[in-house]
């Protein structure tokens, strides 16, 4: 058995980490309202709400069949952020109604638009 503190210390570089990570964050946050979309959320909630049926970023192996990948949404011609913007605000049939906010619809666009460079 492993005793408690060796658990611990080998816990402790990875908390670390996500202390950083969340300082990060916070720093992020703070800047956000000085750009007019934050990728890095669209990357959260891509994963977050978007990942069960879209391959949603480079590492992702699979998604549902019937579901484009973000990096092929993101080489539809015309397809610009701001047309997946108007897309995400408006409930899709073969996609759950997920009441996306503006905010989120332009992060979420934004971030689609990258995984195609
Ligand atoms: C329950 C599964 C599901 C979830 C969850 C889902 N989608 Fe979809 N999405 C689909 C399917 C299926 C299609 C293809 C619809 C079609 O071809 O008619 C699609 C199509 C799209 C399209 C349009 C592609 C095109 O060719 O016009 C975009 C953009 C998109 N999804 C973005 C998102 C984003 C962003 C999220 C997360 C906020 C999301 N989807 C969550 C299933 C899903």
Request: with cysteine; aromatic share 6%; net charge neutral.
């Amino acid at each position: 058995m492993t005793p408690a503190y060796a658990t611990l210390s080998h816990a402790l570089p990875s908390l670390r980490r996500a202390a950083a990570a969340m300082a990060a964050l916070a720093a992020l946050s703070l800047s956000a309202n000085a750009y007019a979309a934050d990728v890095d959320h669209g990357e959260t909630l891509a994963k977050r709400w978007c990942a069960a049926c879209h391959v949603v970023a480079s590492d992702q192996s699979h998604g549902q069949d019937n579901a484009p990948p973000f990096a092929t949404i993101a080489k539809i011609p015309g397809f610009d952020a701001n047309a997946i913007a108007r897309f995400l605000m408006n409930p899709h049939p073969k996609m759950p109604d997920m009441q996306i906010s503006r905010d989120e619809a332009d992060d979420l666009a934004a971030y689609i638009v990258r995984q195609g460079k």
